[in-house]
């Protein structure tokens, strides 16, 4: 049976990526294809290239890949991608989707034209660069004649590219809705709003997959919140690992 994985968006939180991933890892669940949303695209891109889950996480949290994601500003006032693009190209040298070890499609969001669009071919970090471009927080990155932002702003679960290439899609959903904290600024009402909004594009693709893993204990996490990176991971992990996907994989082969 192939399995495609679809990774959403979702932060800080899409650490639990890799938790999820080293659970499956473990019950010798092969992925056979990936699609993937923001810092979902991200762990996507690092796995696909044939990095461990462990070794994805200490990348992500290393001072290098944090001093790249320090502020740096344009003149608009939004932050940079090049910073945080030159470190990843750092392990994927070779920059292209073609020799990925596991084929992957990211998604970014064409600011202009107001649509989703899919990248699974040609120059690899640029597009999932802009796949993690929060509007107001990243400056947008031009690719392709394209204007493109977060993926997620339109399709934070992208299920689309997959769903008919693979036997069982499997999703993995690191952005459960729920305030932890009443918002005291403007800002963290607007970003409530967002993720609100993001987090019901995602429900709207739910039942595209055939199981979807969402450990609800993260929406317990900031999502800007790399301190507790670790936690994030661990909740993943401990998650899936209670979920026995072997069985649940075998059931539904028998059902085919």
Same mark, same amino acid.
């Given at each position: 049976?192939?399995v495609?994985?679809?990774?959403?968006g979702?932060?800080v939180?899409g650490?639990a990526?890799?938790?999820v991933l080293?659970?499956?890892?473990?019950?010798?669940?092969?992925i056979?294809?990936i699609?993937g949303?923001?810092?979902?695209?991200?762990?996507?891109?690092m796995?696909?290239?044939?990095?461990?889950?462990?070794?994805?996480f200490?990348?992500?949290?290393? !001072?290098?890949?944090?001093? @790249?994601?320090?502020? /740096?500003? #344009?003149?608009a006032?939004?932050? =940079?991608?090049?910073?945080?693009?030159?470190?990843?190209?750092?392990?994927?040298?070779?920059?292209?989707?073609?020799?990925l070890?596991?084929p992957l499609t990211?998604n970014?969001?064409?600011?202009?034209?107001?649509?989703t669009?899919y990248?699974s071919?040609?120059?690899?970090?640029?597009p999932?660069?802009?796949?993690?471009?929060?509007p107001?927080?990243?400056e947008?990155?031009?690719?392709?004649?394209?204007?493109?932002?977060?993926?997620?702003?339109?399709n934070?679960?992208p299920?689309e590219?997959?769903?008919?290439?693979?036997?069982?899609?499997?999703?993995?959903?690191?952005?459960p809705?729920?305030?932890?904290?009443v918002p005291k600024?403007?800002? !963290?009402?607007?970003?409530? @709003?967002?993720?609100? /909004?993001i #987090?019901?594009?995602?429900?709207? =693709?739910?039942?595209?997959?055939n199981?979807?893993?969402?450990?609800?204990?993260?929406k317990?996490?900031d999502p800007?919140?790399?301190?507790?990176?670790?936690?994030?991971?661990?909740?993943?992990?401990?998650?899936?690992?209670?979920?026995?996907?072997?069985?649940?994989?075998?059931?539904s082969?028998k059902?085919i």
């Amino acid at each position: 049976m192939k399995v495609g994985l679809v990774l959403s968006g979702g932060g800080v939180r899409g650490i639990a990526h890799l938790g999820v991933l080293k659970a499956l890892q473990e019950q010798n669940v092969k992925i056979s294809g990936i699609s993937g949303c923001s810092a979902g695209s991200i762990v996507g891109a690092m796995f696909a290239a044939g990095y461990s889950p462990d070794h994805i996480f200490e990348i992500v949290v290393s !001072s290098s890949t944090l001093r @790249a994601m320090r502020p /740096a500003w #344009n003149g608009a006032g939004l932050l =940079r991608m090049q910073r945080a693009e030159n470190v990843y190209l750092k392990y994927i040298p070779h920059n292209s989707f073609e020799r990925l070890k596991i084929p992957l499609t990211v998604n970014a969001t064409d600011l202009y034209a107001g649509e989703t669009v899919y990248f699974s071919s040609g120059e690899l970090l640029k597009p999932t660069m802009a796949s993690c471009s929060i509007p107001g927080l990243f400056e947008p990155i031009v690719f392709d004649g394209k204007t493109l932002v977060d993926g997620g702003v339109l399709n934070n679960m992208p299920v689309e590219p997959i769903e008919k290439q693979y036997d069982f899609i499997l999703g993995s959903h690191c952005n459960p809705y729920g305030i932890n904290q009443v918002p005291k600024s403007m800002a !963290s009402v607007v970003q409530k @709003a967002l993720y609100l /909004a993001i #987090n019901n594009n995602s429900r709207n =693709r739910f039942p595209k997959c055939n199981f979807v893993i969402e450990p609800p204990e993260l929406k317990m996490f900031d999502p800007y919140d790399i301190r507790k990176a670790k936690n994030i991971f661990k909740v993943g992990y401990e998650y899936t690992k209670e979920l026995n996907l072997t069985k649940i994989l075998s059931l539904s082969t028998k059902s085919i």
